[in-house]
């Protein structure tokens, strides 16, 4: 039926916009109550916060969605009845307006999800239904910021003001020009209407102020005007000279800083593109990089027989680096900013702060680092999970700070910058009660931990979760394993912590910048290939002349044997892949591949090496294949699939076996 | 209204299954083995720029296991979000099937092909057996092997 498929296009695009228009307004939102902390308006945000009502309402009118109409109806009427009165809010109205985002949020992603859609809330429409009279109108004593003859100043309303003050702001002009009309004037059909209509071409028009003229009897009209039009155009347009047009100037400095500015000047040029496009694009980038390797193999063949293949040899080698270049701007393409992935961490946490009733201060350190859209989707939850547990548990509530002599609001520190050319650090530090390392040695039933690396250790065990959510005096844990999960096992980074009683607990996060096109070492272990991700690899060992120790391990519920290589005196856990992987014995392992996994060497012996290749890891996301140690496969040239295996993951998985 | 129909054999009995529900049949050039899954995975095959796990259907019956062969194919059927390619020794052709051919399985096949046949159809003379391909690609055993091997 084409009419539906249509409307669902047309949904698409309204929960694009939309989602859009509510980041937006969220951040506008937060600004308003930052600068009311400070008892100043944010008059900008206010009106940018109205045009974003107002336009998903009117989005929401068209494809008919009733909740949404109505909330941001309600939000618009609010919005507006502020920015007549010069773009003031009561900081209670903030709290009503961000649960009216959230409304409208959360019906965009039941729309998005095709689950059913509630009505408005009536709760909320009611408060919102209350907020217009609340709006505070500006003082009209407040002090002025633009020159002008008190007479014409006395007839402006606060949004005429707020107007001329904006387009000052802006950096525009704004003029005072006078028209005298007379008989004369109006014989040549030269009247006040006409004039309206030429200056409205070139200016934005204020107020037209009939005045008394002085110098002579008769009536004369005052225009004011904002434009970027210069002040001859403007006298024309008037039919007076120049010198009668009159700047209005700015008195006083602007109001407070334009927080958005820079944001808005780096959002020009900017399209939005699913992700899933760039995948596409990826993937056909793939079909290229194998049809590359086989071209290369083909001309080594050719040589192998004794051709010439210079000059096709070259081709290949500049073939190979436009790929190159290539995959580095798709990659590119699929690069968001760190910023953008944490805007809604102020949020939250603001959130979390009002369930917890603590008083949480945000401090956020942002880098201009960019990040794959992949790992941005897998960390954001991971950095959720830090800071819930922040303002839960590491917090104490203000009388608890008071008493142990600190500040009685909290500080959270979040920060993400680029560390080395490859990684993202993001760190979630507070200023709260610290780890209680007997507590949580007590409950996970293990010795208390002496060391930060040990303490990590315990409050990743999976097991400490359920306990700790029915004690939550103190302490976390909560989703810890799952925040180690994806960050050593999935992302191939690293987890650390560091904690001081009474000080507070400081979580650092590695994690690589992209994910997607990598390099590998390939390798042949139990007759199969494989690949591994060069970024994970420590160290390739010969282990032809290694020490190595090994006994019968009969205990071992894994059935693999673990032997110890003497790594320049560091025991290193040597495994035997192709056992761990239960393959058929291949030839004597003569290789290998160290890993780090938490700090600690892992060794896998196996059967050797071929090489080194740039792939294109796919997922294995069917569950049938999804398993522990294997992030995916790839083709390297040949038509079939090669496993890559995930040698770090793998050793955790056999970690939780052995345990 | 009648429907369009796959139909493949395995060992000495015909299978259908919809023919909606497939997207494509190959030839079996091998596949990747996966360690750790249940030996009925196959392995990971390309398809069309994807990479799908195959369930040799012979070994998910409780057959046993044959060498592919030449004629051997795989039937890539989808389902949800998934992809799976099911190997079996031959298929070869596409039947239109009235749904009032179609009885429900009587109990005891039910049992004896755990659940993997739902109904049996009478048609020219020949007896077919429409398969579960939600239960034949299911992974709930798959994971019920990963838990054994981790506790």
Request: hydrophobic content about 45%; glycine content about 8%; overall charge neutral.
């Amino acid at each position: 039926m084409p009419a539906s498929f249509d409307a669902r296009e047309f949904l698409a695009g309204f929960l694009v916009e939309a989602a859009e228009h509510l980041v937006s307004a969220n951040q506008n939102l937060l600004a308003v109550e930052a600068m009311l902390q400070k008892g100043q308006p944010h008059p900008r945000a206010v009106r940018d916060l109205y045009r974003s009502l107002h336009t998903i309402k009117g989005l929401a009118s068209m494809v008919g969605i009733e909740p949404i109409v109505d909330i941001s109806h309600a939000m618009e009427a609010v919005l507006r009845a502020a920015d007549r009165g010069g773009g003031r809010l009561a900081p209670g109205m903030v709290d009503v307006l961000l649960k009216g985002t959230r409304a409208i949020e959360e019906a965009v992603g039941a729309l998005e999800h095709g689950r059913p859609l509630a009505p408005a809330p009536a709760t909320l429409l009611d408060a919102l239904a209350l907020l217009p009279a609340q709006a505070p109108q500006a003082a009209p004593s407040s002090e002025e910021t633009f020159t002008l003859d008190p007479a014409l100043r006395s007839k402006l309303g606060l949004a005429d003001k707020e107007q001329i003050t904006q387009g000052l702001l802006a950096g525009r002009h704004v003029w005072r020009a006078d028209f005298v009309p007379s008989p004369q004037r109006a014989a040549e059909g030269i009247t006040i209407t006409t004039v309206r209509e030429a200056v409205g071409r070139i200016a934005e028009i204020v107020k037209v102020i009939p005045i008394q003229r002085q110098s002579a009897p008769g009536i004369a009209f005052a225009l004011l005007v904002v434009t970027d039009a210069d002040v001859m155009a403007i006298a024309q347009a008037v039919h007076a000279d120049a010198e009668q047009v009159v700047p209005v100037v700015q008195t006083a400095p602007p109001p407070g800083p334009e927080p958005l500015g820079a944001a808005e000047v780096e959002r020009v040029g900017t399209i939005r593109v699913e992700v899933t496009r760039l995948d596409d694009a990826l993937d056909k980038l793939s079909a290229l990089v194998v049809t590359r390797y086989r071209l290369e193999r083909a001309t080594a063949d050719l040589a192998a027989r004794g051709a010439d293949v210079r000059a096709l040899a070259f081709v290949v080698q500049e073939n190979g680096r436009q790929l190159r270049h290539l995959r580095a701007a798709i990659t590119r393409a699929r690069m968001i900013s760190v910023a953008d992935m944490l805007q809604r961490v102020p949020l939250l946490v603001r959130g979390l702060a009002q369930q917890t009733h603590k008083q949480v201060t945000l401090d956020l350190q942002v880098g201009r680092a960019e990040l794959d859209k992949g790992v941005a989707d897998r960390i954001f939850p991971a950095v959720v999970h830090l800071l819930r547990n922040a303002v839960d548990h590491a917090l104490e509530s203000a009388a608890e700070r008071t008493a142990a002599g600190k500040p009685e609001a909290g500080v959270l520190r979040v920060s993400a910058h680029e560390h080395g050319t490859s990684q993202l650090e993001l760190r979630v530090t507070d200023d709260g009660r610290g780890i209680d390392r007997d507590k949580v040695a007590t409950r996970a039933g293990r010795p208390v931990p002496h060391s930060d690396e040990a303490l990590l250790e315990l409050i990743c065990l999976p097991g400490l979760s359920t306990m700790d959510t029915t004690t939550t005096t103190s302490g976390r844990g909560m989703g810890m394993d799952i925040i180690r999960r994806i960050t050593v096992d999935q992302l191939g980074g690293e987890l650390s912590v560091k904690s001081v009683a009474g000080a507070g607990t400081t979580f650092t996060l590695r994690v690589p910048l992209t994910v997607t096109i990598i390099d590998a070492f390939l390798f042949m272990s139990g007759n199969q290939r494989f690949a591994v991700p060069v970024a994970s690899v420590e160290e390739i060992v010969d282990l032809e002349g290694a020490r190595i120790a090994s006994w019968p391990r009969p205990g071992s519920s894994t059935g693999v044997q673990t032997r110890i290589l003497d790594r320049g005196g560091t025991a290193v856990p040597l495994l035997a892949l192709q056992s761990v992987f239960r393959l058929p014995p291949d030839g004597a392992g003569r290789r290998a591949i160290l890993v780090r996994r938490n700090g600690e060497l892992i060794a896998y012996e196996v059967d050797r090496m071929l090489g080194q290749q740039e792939v294109v890891v796919r997922p294995l996301e069917d569950p049938l294949v999804r398993r522990a140690g294997l992030s995916g496969a790839t083709d390297i040239g040949d038509g079939k699939p090669t496993l890559v295996v995930d040698l770090i993951g793998l050793g955790g998985s056999l970690l939780e076996a052995e345990a | 209204m009648s429907a369009l129909y796959v139909a493949f054999r395995v060992s000495d009995a015909e299978y259908v299954l919809p023919a909606a529900q497939v997207t494509q049949m190959e030839s079996f050039n091998g596949a990747t083995p996966v360690p750790g899954v249940p030996p009925w995975v196959t392995g990971l095959i390309h398809v069309r720029g994807q990479v799908i796990p195959v369930v040799d259907v012979r070994l998910r019956f409780g057959l046993p296991h044959l060498t592919p062969l030449l004629e051997s194919r795989v039937v890539v059927v989808q389902h949800g979000t998934r992809s799976v390619g099911l190997l079996v020794d031959t298929a070869r052709e596409v039947l239109k099937l009235a749904p009032d051919a179609f009885v429900p399985a009587p109990e005891l096949v039910v049992r004896t092909t755990r659940g993997f046949v739902k109904a049996v159809i009478q048609a020219q003379n020949r007896l077919l057996l429409l398969i579960d391909v939600e239960r034949i690609i299911g992974w709930e055993d798959v994971h019920g092997n990963q838990r054994q091997e981790r506790v």
